[in-house]
């Protein structure tokens, strides 16, 4: 698992060379396309988070996708199975075993390509703090989670550009990009109420989503017929059978936290890129929350989608609530400090495996 932290240094130092260089334009993406050093830097960020990911063979569910992917059937598929559950990732993985190559390391590598590089384009082009922006994104679970929940990973990355349309008022866009994130995992519907959210931040309008959200999980029977409907047929004991690790209940919490104790502040910046990214992060911690007392898959699952922000969010929530504090820096620093004492246990499984433990057991390009 060294690899994994010597990664994580490198992006980093890369991300903080790219903000370093990008401060006269606009953004990062502005500095991309005008600047050949930034230019530079960037894909070669890009390109180690890809092939990190990319050229894993196990972790989580990856070897689940792959012999999935060798037991598929090219000649039962057609252009209507987009339309089937799953239908976007089934299309994906019949263009690539069709026309690419019958190798499952092809679905792994291309699922990689796409996730990181939407997420990348999405962060140059918001982000306000892209170096911790990147370390975010890296140790705060998505990127980890894209290599485990390969479906979902890609529903999360298309919704980037369903959010990225409605921040810009593109609506029919926002639904068409979000129709798209629902062939490769349907509960990505989810986000469909994030409109609501772009105004303000501990308002009605969240009180009234999360008042639903309690009442949704103390009716477990009717949440599974649906559950059977659009996917995957669950089971109570299914559901039951796992749990929601407290520690990262904690660790989701801690930041809603620190936006109701700033958000009049918040609400004054009026930036709506960050309040829709509260409330989301708000929806997420409470999902999680509730899956210690639930549903735990479920309500973990959901909980998920709405932390697509956070590595945007969470770096720009501390600048403005640390905003006029000479110690500023110091207490962002300490803040990600826990943050990644946790990403280091959380993998460790609370310490039972070193440090050194392969966990991806990547292939050889060499």
Known sequence: ??????????????????????????????????????????????????LFSGLRTTYNDTETYMQGYQMLNVNDKNIFSFFEPYGGFTILQTFLKKYISENPQTLILVSSIIVNTIFLYFYSKYSKCFELTIFSYLILG?????????????????????????????????????????????????VAIIPLFTEGIWNKKMTIVLVIAVLVSMNLETLLNFAGIVGKDYSVEEMMSHTVNPMRVLVEIVPVI???????????????LLLLGVNMMIINAFMISLGLFFNPIYFARIGTYFSVLNAITIPTMLNVMYQGNPHRRENILIYYTFYFIYFVLDLTKLGTFSITYDLFNHIKIF
């Open 1 to 50: 698992m060294i690899d994994l932290f010597v990664m994580i240094g490198v992006c980093f130092f890369l991300a903080n060379q790219i903000e370093l260089r990008s401060k006269q334009y606009i953004s990062v993406q502005d500095a991309v396309k005008k600047d050949w050093s930034v230019k530079i830097l960037y894909f070669t960020l890009l390109l180690i988070v890809i």
């Open 142 to 190: 998505a990127y980890v989670f894209s290599m485990g929940g390969i479906k979902q990973a890609l529903a999360m990355g298309l919704s980037l550009f369903a959010i990225d349309n409605l921040l810009q008022k593109r609506y029919f866009k926002f639904v068409f990009w979000l129709l798209i994130a629902m062939a490769f995992h349907p509960y990505i519907i989810c």
């Open 258 to 272: 620190f936006s109701w104790v700033c958000r009049k502040r918040i609400n004054r910046e009026g930036d709506k």
